[in-house]
């Protein structure tokens, strides 16, 4: 089975840099995704990594590291938008995503 | 990046009717779609893997008499929430993966549809 780890909740200051963290235990890794979710919509994809090492994407970076079964959403330059859940998710053979229950990040002024 | 839709966008009905959710890929055809539902201040539980032209793969404690799911072509998938009750009231999140993408697991999620059951 898996099990994905994340905080709950998490609040930063507009302009500022925030680490989402998230561990998992898992029994087989195709890849670890981050997205982000506003209220009442759908998901949209922020990153995947398949490999150890950071991923970085404008604002967005991601890290993993495999073998400590870990990841990190960094999210720099803030920006009141970005407030909204940030959802670790775990790929397993045949393409099926298991999610964490997600980071509900407030950005304030 | 792909496009999905889904249809209706939110749904009232009575308790005891059945409701049908459509998921279509637009822009590429899907083999696999997946079918989430997430209550509220939730994350996404996935229900059941639909595959086109072959029976539902479902999840453990998911009824797949309760949940029909139907993959008739290879860019429209049917979730039907048949009796439904109030507890079935949620947001159902259909997604696909673009197989031109390769091995990537990348998925593309539809709008959702907000079922309220009365």
């Known amino acids: 089975g898996q099990n994905i780890d994340q905080p709950t909740e998490m609040t930063a200051t507009e302009g500022a840099i925030v680490q989402i963290n998230c561990t998992y235990q898992?029994?087989?890794?195709?890849?670890l995704f981050w997205y982000q979710q506003h209220a009442g919509e759908a998901p949209t994809f922020l990153s995947y990594?398949?490999?150890?090492g950071l991923e970085e994407k404008g604002r967005f970076s991601s890290f993993l590291s495999r073998s400590k079964g870990y990841s990190y959403l960094l999210l720099k330059e803030l920006q009141m938008k970005d407030s909204a859940s940030y959802l670790c998710?775990?790929?397993?053979?045949?393409?099926?995503?298991?999610f964490g229950a997600g980071t509900r990040l407030f950005v304030k002024a | 990046g792909a496009v999905v839709s889904q249809h209706p966008s939110w749904v009232i009905c009575k308790s005891g009717t059945s409701v049908k959710i459509e998921c279509r890929s637009l822009?590429?055809?899907?083999?696999?779609m997946f079918w989430y539902r997430q209550f509220p201040k939730q994350s996404l539980m996935l229900m059941a893997t639909?595959?086109?032209?072959?029976?539902?793969?479902?999840e453990q404690g998911v009824e797949k008499d309760k949940f029909l799911i139907n993959h008739a072509s290879l860019t429209l998938s049917t979730l039907t929430v048949t009796s439904a009750h109030p507890e079935d009231s949620s947001f159902y999140i259909c997604?696909?993966?673009?197989?031109?993408?390769?091995?990537?697991?990348?998925?593309?999620f539809g709008p959702g549809t907000r079922l309220t059951v009365l």
């Open positions: 639909s595959n086109e032209g072959s029976k539902a793969t479902y």
């Open positions: 990594n398949v490999l150890d």
């Open positions: 898992t029994s087989g890794f195709n890849g």
């Open positions: 998710a775990l790929t397993t053979g045949g393409f099926k995503t298991i």
């Open positions: 822009d590429f055809q899907a083999t696999t």
């Open positions: 997604s696909a993966r673009d197989p031109r993408e390769g091995r990537t697991d990348t998925q593309y």
